[in-house]
């Protein structure tokens, strides 16, 4: 964790760090503006979060991304959270102001802002979550804000119940597997937060065959692989679908301004990001912002 001199620094916090594309997309962005920072992947092992929080609380560090498995250990090092943060009982990004060091999560305007294009209105939509672990409630919390009718399906029922009595009490329900199918078939979408199907992780789908939104989105927050089974079978059947990605890039693009304070080149940070995972058009649609200026 050695300082370079000339320029600020950023890093994301993550055990195993390896797999993010987070470095490929801030750089980009700080090279389009000329800003003078760098930023790094510190795999950061959960009896060393503590000491990596405490090195970003001096110059040359502006602050950090945090990411699985320290959302939610990292608030105890925070000196405060902004409200988003204190809802979801979880930290992605860290801002530090003089030597204090606050917390926030981008993870639930990033998830909001990735709907763009997938329908006009969430107002009275029926929208089924299958998960109940932190992405699910950044997901949950966007749709209620949205107004959307969600319904939660997780294989530990009472994850589900946890996540709907703490974040949307009389907002949102509970699905059990009885009533799933039905919900997801006459749902405007489905979100699929889990970890399964993503590369290297659990593999197949999260749902058995054929149980689709009859004429929904589907939405899976995994975006390496581009297409995990589950948006494969939403294509086949016709459906609007859209990967991770998007998410990624928009909650990349809040950190890069609570840093800088100056607007995130989204189009570069779209770009190095699909760049990351294999090149153009592998990685993600559903970009709303224009491209960049010069």
Not at 51 to 59: H, I
Not at 181 to 201: E, F, R, W, Y
Request: proline share 9%; charged share 20%.
């Amino acid at each position: 964790m050695s300082e370079t001199p000339g320029g600020a620094r950023v890093a994301v916090l993550a055990h195993p760090a390896g797999h993010s594309v987070s470095p490929a997309m801030h750089r980009a962005a700080f090279a389009a503006l000329g800003i003078d920072a760098r930023y790094d992947a510190w795999d950061v092992p959960p009896r060393d979060l503590e000491a990596a929080v405490a090195a970003l609380r001096s110059p040359p560090w502006w602050g950090a991304n945090v990411t699985v498995p320290h959302k939610e250990a990292v608030v105890a090092w925070c000196d405060d959270l902004t409200p988003a943060a204190r809802r979801l009982g979880a930290v992605n990004t860290i801002v530090r102001r003089g030597s204090a060091l606050l917390g926030d999560n981008t993870d639930l305007p990033g998830f909001a802002r990735s709907l763009a294009g997938l329908r006009a209105d969430w107002s009275g939509a029926a929208v089924v979550v299958i998960g109940a672990g932190g992405a699910a409630r950044a997901v949950v919390a966007a749709l209620v804000d949205l107004g959307a009718r969600v319904s939660v399906f997780a294989r530990r029922a009472e994850r589900a119940r946890a996540l709907v009595d703490d974040l949307a009490p009389g907002a949102a329900e509970v699905l059990g597997e009885s009533d799933r199918d039905a919900a997801i078939a006459a749902c405007a979408a489905l979100v699929q937060t889990t970890p399964v199907g993503m590369h290297g992780g659990p593999g197949g789908s999260p749902l058995p065959a054929g149980v689709l939104p009859r004429d929904g989105a589907v939405v899976d927050l995994i975006y390496r692989p581009p297409l995990t089974p589950l948006l494969r079978a939403a294509r086949a059947a016709g459906l609007p679908l859209r990967n991770g990605l998007p998410m990624l890039v928009y909650q990349g693009a809040a950190s890069f301004e609570a840093w800088t304070g100056r607007p995130a080149p989204i189009a570069t940070m779209g770009a190095a990001a699909e760049a990351a995972l294999g090149g153009p058009g592998r990685g993600w649609t559903g970009l709303d912002a224009p491209e960049d200026g010069p």
